[in-house]
C-alpha cells in the first residue's frame, strides 16, 4: 500500500480503539472505587471484545502491504473497510448497554454481529480482488500461499453470518460467541501472518 493508504489506515484503527474506552465512566456519587468499576462491568467486557476485535483487523491489515501496488477499486475496498472499522464503537456501546440492563431488543445482539461482519467482509474482498488482480508481491508471497490465506479469510464472514442468525434465536449462545472469536481469530491471524511470511 502507498504511504497515505497505510497512515490513513493506521489513523483510523488509532481513532476507533481510542473511541471504545471513552465510553468507560466512572458513576457520579461517593461510590467506593471497587463498587464504581462493578458497575462499569459491561461496558470494559464490551471495550475488551471489540478492542480485540479491531487488534485482529489491524493485525490483519497488514498483509495489504504485500501487494505491489494499489489502483482505485483497491484503495474504494480499503475505505468501505476503513468505514466498517470506525463504525465498530457505536454498537460496542449498544452492546454495553444491553449486558447492563439484561434487556436484550430482538435485533440489538445481531446488530453488533452485523458490526463485526462488515469489516470481514470488506477486508476479504480487497484481499481477494488484489490476489484476482496479482498484486501480491511474488517475493513476499507465493500465489498458493496466497489462495489459502485467501480461504482463511473468508472463513471469518461464514462464520459471523452463522453467529447473527444464532444470535436471533440464541442470544447468550451468540454473545459467547462474541467473546471467543477474537481469541481464535489471533490464533488463525497468526497462521494467516505465517502465510504471508513464508
Same mark, same amino acid.
Given at each position: 500500500? !502507498? ?8 489513523? @483510523?484503527?488509532?481513532?476507533?480503539? !481510542?473511541?471504545? &474506552?471513552?465510553?468507560? *465512566? ?22 475488551? #471484545? ?5 487488534? @485482529? ?5 497488514? +498483509?495489504?502491504? *504485500?501487494? !505491489? ?23 460496542? #456501546?449498544?452492546?454495553? &448497554? ?10 440489538? &445482539?445481531?446488530?453488533?454481529? @452485523?458490526?463485526?461482519? $462488515? ?11 488484489? $490476489? ?14 496466497? *489462495? ?17 442468525? #444464532?444470535?436471533? #434465536?440464541?442470544?447468550? +449462545? ?8 477474537? +481469541? ?15
Amino acid at each position: 500500500m !502507498t504511504a497515505r493508504a497505510e497512515a490513513l489506515s493506521d489513523g @483510523v484503527f488509532a481513532i476507533a480503539m !481510542t473511541l471504545l &474506552v471513552l465510553e468507560i *465512566r466512572v458513576p457520579a456519587g461517593e461510590t467506593g472505587l471497587a463498587a464504581a468499576l462493578v458497575q462499569q462491568w459491561a461496558a470494559i467486557a464490551a471495550f475488551a #471484545v471489540s478492542f480485540l476485535y479491531l487488534g @485482529v483487523y489491524w493485525l490483519n491489515h497488514f +498483509i495489504a502491504s *504485500r501487494v !505491489t501496488r494499489v489502483d482505485g477499486p483497491f484503495l474504494a475496498l480499503n475505505l468501505v473497510f476503513l468505514m466498517s472499522i470506525s463504525f465498530v464503537p457505536f454498537p460496542t #456501546v449498544v452492546l454495553a &448497554v444491553l449486558l447492563y440492563t439484561a434487556v436484550y431488543p430482538p435485533l440489538a &445482539v445481531p446488530f453488533y454481529g @452485523v458490526a463485526m461482519l $462488515l469489516p470481514a467482509l470488506a477486508g476479504s474482498a480487497n484481499w481477494t480482488y488484489a $490476489l484476482r488482480a496479482g498484486r501480491p508481491r511474488p517475493e513476499a508471497m507465493s500465489l498458493a500461499r496466497g *489462495r489459502e490465506l485467501e480461504r482463511l479469510y473468508w472463513a471469518g464472514p461464514a462464520i459471523y453470518a452463522v453467529a447473527i442468525v #444464532v444470535a436471533l #434465536v440464541a442470544t447468550p +449462545i451468540a454473545l459467547a460467541f462474541y467473546v471467543l472469536a477474537p +481469541i481464535l481469530y489471533l490464533i488463525v491471524g497468526a497462521r494467516s501472518r505465517e502465510l504471508a511470511d513464508g
